[in-house]
């Protein structure tokens, strides 16, 4: 039976002028970046928690439901912080 020949592959390299992400440093983050992070999750849920136990009332009467979107973004806040956590 005769043998089959050896294919050679070819060796990848980048486009002249492309970026490669392998030389890019990665640095870890700086320790703000999750300190941050569960702040806003703490405070969000607490703001959240304090609004409906309080029947409405806290903590700001006057801001009625817009109690909810203060506690939802500070949530969403901490989302966004985290997408820079490495």
Do not use: C, D
């Not at 990665?26 to 806003?40: G, R």
């Not at 703001?47 to 009332?57: K, Q, V």
């Amino acid at each position: 039976m005769p043998k089959s020949r050896v294919r050679k592959k070819k060796v990848y390299s980048n486009p002249s002028g492309a970026s490669s992400r392998s030389t890019e440093s990665h640095e870890p983050s700086p320790m703000w970046v999750p300190v941050t992070a569960v702040a806003l999750i703490v405070i969000g849920i607490g703001w959240l928690t304090l609004f409906y136990l309080s029947g409405m009332a806290y903590p700001v009467a006057a801001w009625g439901y817009w109690n909810l979107a203060v506690g939802f973004t500070a949530m969403v806040a901490a989302l966004l912080v985290l997408s820079k956590w490495r």
